[in-house]
């Protein structure tokens, strides 16, 4: 039995993995976004590109079966299992600015960006250099002409993601700080490793 591994509400973790490790987000109590950014472990200008996932997967929703891309066309992971099938690309990870600028917040309030950097900090991995997150449990929906509206995700309490790493990676996760994004609550997102044989 692999250790299960807590993000509590609002924070974020990092973590190595090793090509052929398996990696598994688990949403323990449903409606909770995890966002996932990925890095070559061996050379971190090689990260997670949105744009190359959507570009060679033809789709703005992945899920089981799908690779995730990076920003020089590698493969980074593969999407092995989706109990919930709804990810995306669609949003950048909610920053100190998100709160000020759609939340009219002028107050300090935990972000999955400043989660990612703090936790990504070991690995000199600077702010400027974190990507768009894949958005693990994340309802976006959108009309015929485009305009985004974010939805409580559809995911229910168990509901996981499943990825094998395609190469030695650096991974960093939150559990989403966004109000929007999570339905309105803040719960934990959790998290196991299986080593390669």
């Known amino acids: 039995m692999n250790a299960v591994n807590i ?10 993995l090793k090509k052929g490790d398996v990696l598994t987000v688990i949403d323990p109590k449903g409606q909770q976004v995890s966002d996932m ?4 472990r061996d050379d971190t200008k090689e990260k997670l590109s949105a744009g190359k996932t959507m570009d060679f997967e033809e789709s703005i929703l992945l899920t089981k079966g799908n690779f995730l891309w990076s920003n020089r066309s ?12 709804r990810n995306d690309f669609l949003l950048a990870p909610c920053s100190p600015e998100t709160f000020k600028i759609m939340y009219n917040n002028p107050d300090y309030h935990p972000s999955c960006l400043i989660n990612l950097y703090r ?5 000199h991995i600077e702010i400027d250099d974190i990507p768009t997150a894949f958005n693990v449990f994340m309802n976006v929906q959108f009309d015929a002409k485009g305009k985004l509206k ?5 995911s229910q309490a ?5 990825f094998k790493a395609e190469m030695d990676l650096i991974v960093a996760l939150t559990a ?3 109000e929007d994004s999570n339905g309105g609550t803040f719960k934990p997102i959790h998290y196991t490793i299986t080593h390669r044989d």
């Open 74 to 85: 590698r493969k980074m992971m593969e999407i092995m299992e989706d109990t919930n099938g």
């Open 7 to 16: 993000i509590q509400p609002q924070s974020g973790a990092a973590f190595e």
């Open 37 to 40: 950014v990925v890095f070559n």
């Open 176 to 178: 989403c700080s966004a």
């Open 119 to 123: 936790n990504l900090q070991p690995y």
């Open 158 to 162: 168990g509901d996981l993601v499943r």
């Open 150 to 154: 974010v939805l409580p995700p559809t």
